[in-house]
């Protein structure tokens, strides 16, 4: 069974802008009540206080995987569904439940190299699709919209929003990009939704000839100069949406701000690093009764930003949603005491000097494997000069610098820029 129209125009209705935070803590008491009191769940305790509830993380979501849904469906017979869809890549199959109620599964995709599974019944799809039309679509709402949508998998969450106003067209992240150009060409979205290197490439694509009005990235970390070379490529800003397989958790509003989704989700904040900002997301979403998401901890690192957003938003903002908490890579300050150096840093060195366009950096206990486009003496050169400054400017033993060719990956893997593959104390 399908989310019926109405659900879906019903969430699109009900959806509402909260410019008063004491308006919003109202709701969030109100939706937190009505979950706490009605889960449904084996795994979490029965208590009105958030408190009560302990925070968990991936790993112990999917060792209790049967005991937190609903259902009891186990974790062997919703990984076969999602496996069986991802080898077919029919994503239509549904899970049926001895009651007969029919179940969503999907994968998410895995960068943390866990793969986490998701359960989602036809009212909860009607719910985020009613909510993601109101948030992201371009006004007027009643104007036709033809949306393509590049993923590594498709899903009945994402085709829910289906219409006669609205035609959804799904794109396989598995295929060559240069298969999907003449159907691109020939849809000629009005939003075009892509992970941030998808659409970096289809800006570089020579024979890509659409006029989006919208562009929106998903699934990964926008870098500021990925994202002034997609704008500078389609004439139009690039908004992002924060969607994980726990939920719908931000969006970007009209004047480009990330902002949480708030009425959808309450988020706590497990600080990394006040001074910074950087925190990591611990969420309770109001509106999962078939999987339900209390008090999860991602493994995210977000940036807070407390100041005022033009477009009057009660909801938090946060300047930056920065890379995963597996990003923060083990250094050595001159005296050997433990440093955690953000993704960030090392970003901001790599991009510094215009030579290098592409580029990614992996650690390797005291080494850091560097992979450089283009790869030349010159990039070399740059990329240790860069990085020496800054291991000078936060008084940093320096890495070792071992420089290898990229490889080409595959579309479907997302891309880290910056990942800690073994910590400082093990060799390279």
């Not at 289906?162 to 691109?184: G, M, N, V």
């Not at 005491?337 to 970003?347: M, S, T, V, W």
Request: aromatic share 10%; proline share 6%; charged share 25%.
């Amino acid at each position: 069974m399908k989310p019926s129209k109405w659900q879906i125009l019903k969430s699109f209705f009900h959806t509402r802008n909260y410019t008063e935070r004491a308006a919003l803590e109202a709701h969030q008491q109100k939706q937190l009540d009505r979950l706490l009191t009605n889960h449904n769940s084996r795994f979490y305790p029965h208590s009105a206080k958030l408190q009560d509830y302990p925070v968990i993380n991936k790993r112990i979501f999917m060792q209790h995987f049967a005991d937190i849904n609903a259902y009891g469906i186990s974790e062997k017979d919703a990984l076969s569904v999602a496996l069986k869809a991802e080898e077919s890549r029919d994503f239509s199959p549904v899970f049926q439940t001895t009651s007969g109620k029919e179940i969503t599964v999907g994968l998410s995709s895995g960068t943390s190299g866990n793969r986490g599974i998701f359960l989602v019944s036809p009212e909860e799809s009607a719910l985020w699709a009613g909510y993601m039309l109101k948030r992201m679509l371009p006004r007027p709402y009643l104007a036709r919209h033809s949306i393509a949508f590049f993923l590594r998998a498709n899903s009945n969450l994402y085709t829910a929003v289906k219409s006669p106003l609205i035609r959804f067209e799904f794109y396989d992240l598995l295929e060559a990009l240069d298969a999907h150009i003449p159907r691109l060409n020939a849809q000629k979205p009005t939003i075009l939704i892509a992970p941030a290197q998808v659409l970096q490439q289809l800006a570089q694509h020579p024979d890509l000839a659409i006029h989006p009005k919208k562009i929106i990235s998903v699934a990964e970390v926008l870098e500021p100069q990925v994202k002034t070379r997609i704008e500078q490529r389609f004439g139009t800003p690039v908004h992002q949406i924060y969607q994980c397989t726990e939920g719908f958790l931000a969006h970007t509003c009209a004047h480009g701000n990330l902002h949480l989704n708030e009425d959808m989700v309450y988020i706590e904040k497990d600080w990394i690093d006040r001074e910074s900002g950087r925190f990591a997301p611990i969420i309770t979403d109001f509106n999962r009764k078939s999987q339900p998401v209390i008090r999860y901890r991602l493994d995210d690192v977000l940036i807070a930003n407390d100041a005022p957003c033009p477009c009057g938003s009660a909801f938090a903002r946060i300047s930056a949603i920065e890379g995963r908490c597996d990003d923060i890579l083990d250094a050595r300050t001159a005296n050997g005491e433990p440093y955690a150096l953000y993704a960030d840093f090392i970003r901001r060195a790599m991009i510094s000097d215009d030579l290098i366009q592409e580029y990614r950096v992996e650690q390797h206990g005291k080494a850091l494997h560097i992979f450089l486009t283009p790869d030349t003496e010159q990039t070399r050169a740059a990329a240790t000069r860069n990085l020496d400054r800054l291991w000078q400017t936060l008084q940093l033993r320096p890495f070792n610098y071992i420089f290898q060719p990229e490889q080409t990956r595959p579309l479907h893997q997302k891309r880290r820029r910056v990942t800690k593959i073994s910590p400082y104390g093990e060799n390279p």
